[in-house]
């Protein structure tokens, strides 16, 4: 939201209008949900290509000599061994050893990072780090209305993304990222995405947002490329076993308890935010694990939800933290935190409560769906 309580609109907003998307409040901003049919524009993704403004995305610079020592304290990977160029899937954890929220760090130099933040929660990392920024010589920079930010995903994606870079794409891996033009826009090129695809992010100014989006819709007409919403996103990002933060990542879980526990590295030298709790909860979770992140594919029609109860037997055994139709697999699905004897693959008598009819589910190991390399 706006200081005025308005939601907030990204550089694409009248263009967006212009395609005739159906728009929705997230995070405080004004974002295209679709522009015609979600299970299009999934499949779309999956088979061809995907255009997806993504700019109410939060991004915080974070530079000086000490950079990489404040980010080795205040978040949870070993930053200072991410090499210039690359980046990291990290997290940012409370004292508790709680997720504060799930990050992407670039590394844009030796003594500059760009820390991208979930948009619900970039104030509350932009806070965080600007506290735990005290004695580090470096400074922490919102740079939320620096940039507007494009993702093109998608098999036909580097293709389409070829024809208009002379960036050295084919080079570029996956969780990298580096600085070229793209249609003659000045553009930080990154090869991450949170759709289960191949694809890229490209970081521009705002002022150049529309003219990129244009020039990707234009090289990809012959490719099948087609604007998608955020609801296509969600899709995408569950059948690929991504979390969300809010569904399957909160304040009350730690990384491990979300099965997540390899992002932190408790061999990087020094104290970060958390290690004492965290070291516990690695202890917890090796031992008898609560409750585990599985998969659940429906043998029926009807569609799980957030916060449904996960039963056997007649017991609550779990809980629903993301559900919807898979256009992929052609059946509802859902990711859900269930206890530990019931999260194996294939566990029988497993089912989801829905309005009161406990409907069957078939266990199965995360992710729903894995691209061909």
Not at 22 to 33: C, I, S, V
Not at 156 to 175: N, Q, R
Not at 327 to 343: E, N, R
């Amino acid at each position: 939201m706006s200081s005025t309580g308005e939601l907030r609109h990204t550089a694409l907003d009248a263009l967006h209008r212009s395609l005739g998307a159906t728009m929705t409040d997230f995070a405080g901003w004004d974002m295209p949900l679709r522009y015609g049919s979600e299970r299009d524009e999934h499949n779309a993704v999956r088979t061809r290509a995907g255009l997806f403004d993504l700019s109410h995305m939060g991004e915080i610079t974070v530079t000086g000599p000490q950079a990489a020592a404040l980010l080795d304290f205040a978040l949870v990977g070993n930053i200072g061994a991410v090499k210039p160029g690359r980046a990291r899937y990290t997290m940012i954890c409370r004292a508790d050893g709680g997720i504060l929220d799930d990050l992407i760090v670039y590394r844009l130099a030796e003594t500059e990072y760009m820390v991208v933040a979930n948009a619900s929660n970039a104030q509350v990392v932009l806070d965080a780090l600007v506290e735990r920024s005290a004695g580090f010589d470096a400074e922490v920079r919102d740079d939320r209305d620096a940039y507007a930010l494009i993702a093109v995903q998608g098999p036909e994606s580097p293709g389409i993304l070829k024809s208009l870079t002379d960036a050295d794409l084919d080079g570029l891996k996956y969780y990298a990222g580096l600085p070229g033009t793209v249609a003659g826009v000045p553009a930080l090129i990154a090869r991450t995405g949170y759709t289960g695809e191949d694809g890229f992010e490209l970081f521009v100014k705002p002022e150049h947002a529309v003219e990129l989006w244009q020039s990707l819709t234009k090289a990809g007409e012959g490719a099948g490329l087609v604007p998608c919403g955020l609801s296509c996103r969600d899709t995408l990002r569950l059948e690929a076993g991504m979390p969300l933060y809010g569904h399957e990542l909160s304040t009350s879980l730690t990384p491990f308890d979300a099965g997540l526990g390899r992002v932190v590295k408790f061999e990087k030298e020094g104290d970060f935010v958390g290690r004492e709790a965290l070291r516990e909860a690695a202890a917890r979770a090796g031992q008898n694990p609560p409750r585990v992140l599985a998969g659940l594919v429906a043998e029926g029609r009807r569609v799980p939800r957030a916060g449904y109860a996960v039963v056997s037997g007649g017991e609550v055994i779990g809980e629903v933290t993301s559900g919807a139709p898979s256009p992929t697999l052609g059946k509802p699905i859902a990711m859900a935190y269930v206890d530990a004897a019931h999260a194996a693959p294939g566990t029988p008598g497993v089912g989801v409560d829905i309005r009161g009819s406990h409907e069957p589910y078939e266990v199965v190991a995360l992710p729903f769906y894995k691209r061909q390399k």
